[in-house]
């Protein structure tokens, strides 16, 4: 994640299907200037204990 935040200027969209990895991802980023605006989950396979997340993160201004 440190290299891709170095490398985007305005918004990452993360598509993640395992919520440990999102929120140790998560951390690291919001070190770096960034921050959460938006966090849904969607449950696409009914009947089953998978979750997809999607987070949406912009930069921090200043």
Same mark, same amino acid.
């Given at each position: 994640? !440190?290299?891709?935040? !170095?490398?985007?200027? @305005?918004? =990452? ?8 990895? /999102? +929120?140790?991802? /998560?951390? +690291? =980023?919001?070190?770096? !200037?960034? @921050? ?7 449950? /696409?396979?009914? $009947?089953? $204990? $998978?979750?997809?997340?999607? +987070?949406?993160?912009?930069?921090? +201004?200043?």
């Amino acid at each position: 994640m !440190g290299s891709l935040a !170095g490398a985007v200027r @305005q918004r =990452i969209v993360y598509v993640s299907c395992e919520p440990a990895t /999102l +929120a140790r991802d /998560l951390a +690291a =980023i919001e070190g770096k !200037g960034w @921050q959460v605006k938006d966090l849904r989950a969607f449950d /696409l396979f009914p $009947h089953t $204990h $998978h979750i997809e997340s999607v +987070a949406v993160l912009e930069r921090v +201004a200043g």
